[in-house]
Every structure is written in C-alpha cells, then in structure tokens.
C-alpha cells in the first residue's frame, strides 16, 4: 500500500498539474483546440513541460545540491520558499514564449491560473503549511469547474474524474504522513478559490494578450 501510496504522490505531485491540464485542453475534442494545427499543439505542450516540469525540478536538484533545502520533499516553510519564487519566474518566462503564439488566449489563462495558485501557496506558506499537492488538485478542479461551466455543453464525467484525483492525492498524502487532515483541506479550498478566482477576473476583465 506503501508504494501505491508512493507512486501516487509522484504521479500528482504539484510539478505535473499544469501539464496535465493543458493535454486535456488539447486532445480532448473542445472549442479551444479545434482550430489549433498539430504541431502546434506539441509546441505548446513542450514549452508548458519544459518550464513547469523539467526546469523546476532541474532548479530543485540544483538547490539541493548547493545546501539550499535539505531535501527535494521541501518538508519546512523554508525549504518551499525558493523553489516557488522560482516557479513564479519559469512560468513568467513560459508566458513570454508563447505571448506571440497564435493560441487561444485560455491557454494563456491556464497559465496565469497556475502563477495565481503558487502565489496564493507562497503566501501562505510564510504563515502555515498547507498540502501543495491538495493545492494544486484544488486548482485543476477549479479550472474544470470554470470550463464546464462556459461551455456550450458541459460535461459531469470530468468534474467526477477531478474529484477521483484529489481523493487520491489525498489518500496518498494521508497514508504517508506528510500532512493531516485539516491541511489538506486548507489546500484543496486554497487551490480551488484561487483559481477560480483568477479566471473570472480574466473573463470579467477580457483581458488578451
């Protein structure tokens, strides 16, 4: 149980989140990428990997290898501090790559989306801990939620398919020990709310790019 428990912390762990939600907005039949070419879409999804997955934990190992953190599971509000701040700077630098990409400015928002949620988390962490893993399943559901919600016909199987991932992350969160309870309830509500948040200020605002 110990390995499941394991192998679903890596599976969704927080690095993965914007990867996956971005490949479900991309090869899933939806308004936004219908109109999107092949080989763009594979641009996109290399640019969102490399800067939120590959130079993240590049940065990771790196801090690790210097004495920055103790270890790259960031167990202490102090240990966190940098790899956000960094991860706010990769995802700003994502945004500059494809400002000019002829691309639905959604997947622009997805981007903001995931810089609102590490900002939210950042700030917290100064004040207490919280499940980064619920976080970030709390901000994938609250970006499923917003699109079923503008969409032309909304679906319920991936709102349930959302909520499968964060009993997951939580069960395997839990099973380890890494958090209790109450903060992965904290996270999941602070990933959702600021999720949320941020797309219906992009949407009111219609701000492009």
């Known amino acids: 149980m110990r390995a499941l428990a394991v192998f679903l912390s890596y599976l969704l762990h927080p690095v993965f989140m914007l990867t996956w939600l ?12 219908f109109f999107m070419s092949p080989a763009k879409k594979i641009f996109l999804l290399a640019a969102v990997f490399i800067f939120s997955v590959i130079l993240p934990l590049l940065n990771t190992f790196l801090l690790k290898k210097f004495g920055y953190i103790k270890s790259v599971y960031m167990n202490t509000s102090t240990e966190r501090f940098m790899p956000y701040v960094s991860s706010l ?5 994502l945004l500059y ?3 000019d990409l002829a691309v639905p400015v959604f997947f622009k928002y ?9 900002l939210t988390l950042l700030l917290i962490n100064f004040f207490t801990k919280i499940s980064a893993h619920a976080t970030a ?8 939620c917003f699109y079923e919600f503008i969409s032309y016909k909304p679906l319920l199987l991936p709102i349930c398919i959302c909520l499968v991932i964060g009993g ?4 395997a969160r839990l099973y380890l020990q890494a958090h209790t309870e109450k903060q992965i309830y ?9 999720s949320l948040l941020c797309l219906v200020l992009l949407l009111l605002s219609n701000y492009q790019f």
Do not use: E, M
């Open 22 to 33: 971005t490949s479900f907005f991309l090869f899933t039949q939806n308004y936004f990428s």
């Open 89 to 93: 700077v990769l995802h700003a630098g």
């Open 97 to 99: 790559i494809i400002h």
């Open 110 to 118: 997805l981007i903001i989306t995931s810089v609102s949620v590490i």
């Open 137 to 144: 399943v709390g901000g994938l559901f609250g970006v499923i």
């Open 168 to 171: 997951l992350s939580g069960f």
């Open 186 to 194: 904290k996270g999941f509500a602070t990933g959702l709310l600021s």
